[in-house]
């Protein structure tokens, strides 16, 4: 059984950064997808970001319009987790964000649904204030 934990979330003010981890138990990520979701208040589950690698080698990675530029994804394969550093954050992107993983290289099909990932994290909270 694989398990996800998320951490780093936290309030900020605009412009702050922070950086999330998803550290996975249970399993090495070899050949994975590991996806960021958030989930604001009143709103649906949003895609954020996915990493795909296989056999150790980068696929690559994805990322949703609204954090391009903004928000990088990195994996530490030895710590078996996976980081999405947010930069220059914004109110809009307050919600609680969610680690997904699924074992293999998910199709760009359902990437970014959440149809596409097998285990899921606990979610952390950010709180970005102006």
């Known amino acids: 059984q694989v398990q996800l934990v998320e951490s780093g979330g936290g309030s900020v003010q605009v412009g702050d950064s922070l950086r999330l981890s998803c550290a996975a138990s249970?399993?090495?990520?070899?050949?994975?997808?590991v996806g960021w979701f958030r989930h604001a208040a009143g709103q649906e589950r949003e895609f954020v970001a996915a990493?795909?690698?296989?056999?150790?080698?980068?696929?690559?990675?994805s990322y949703a319009d609204s954090v391009k530029g903004r928000f990088v994804l990195s994996r530490d394969n030895a710590k078996n987790t996976v980081y999405l550093q947010m930069n220059s954050l914004k109110p809009e992107d307050t919600a609680v964000f969610y680690c997904?993983?699924?074992?293999?290289?998910?199709?760009?099909?359902?990437?970014?649904?959440?149809?596409?990932?097998?285990?899921w994290g606990q979610g952390t909270q950010v709180t970005v204030s102006s």
């Open positions: 249970g399993r090495t990520f070899s050949s994975w997808t």
């Open positions: 990493i795909r690698w296989s056999g150790g080698l980068a696929v690559g990675t």
């Open positions: 997904a993983a699924s074992t293999g290289v998910v199709s760009s099909v359902v990437l970014t649904t959440g149809r596409g990932y097998t285990y």
